[in-house]
């Protein structure tokens, strides 16, 4: 399986951006699409995740409210609209999937940088 973000840019404080995370390879059948970022300095955390066949969602709560994960099964496609940026968004944001309930994230994409300003 191999995954490729794209969608990052600079954008405004206040401003939006979708991320996209295309999957290829072998049928894509993992468990759930995840969105992890890290920003200059500082550790990868979880941003959000979407499971792949019931797209049940799941946030850090530092973005609920302004992201919204979502996943297009046709397409293999996973997205991230993350609206009201913030400069502490600023990151590189990547897409991952897994694939079982509980286990960890072993498919990663390259990153995308998000870059948002004050």
């Known amino acids: 399986v191999q995954l490729q973000a794209s969608g990052g840019g600079l954008v405004q404080s206040g401003g939006s951006l979708r991320l996209s995370c295309a999957a290829s390879g072998r049928t894509f059948n993992s468990y759930a699409m995840g969105w992890f970022r890290q920003a200059p300095g500082k550790e990868r955390e979880f941003v959000a995740a979407?499971?792949?066949?019931?797209?049940?969602?799941s946030y850090t709560d530092s973005v609920k409210g302004r992201f919204t994960v979502s996943r297009d099964k046709s397409k293999n496609m996973g997205y991230l609209q993350m609206n009201s940026l913030k400069p502490e968004d600023t990151a590189v944001y990547y897409c991952?999937?897994?694939?079982?309930?509980?286990?960890?994230?072993?498919?990663w994409g390259q990153g995308t940088l998000v870059t948002v300003s004050s």
């Open positions: 979407c499971t792949w066949r019931g797209g049940s969602t």
């Open positions: 991952a999937a897994k694939s079982a309930p509980g286990g960890t994230y072993i498919y």
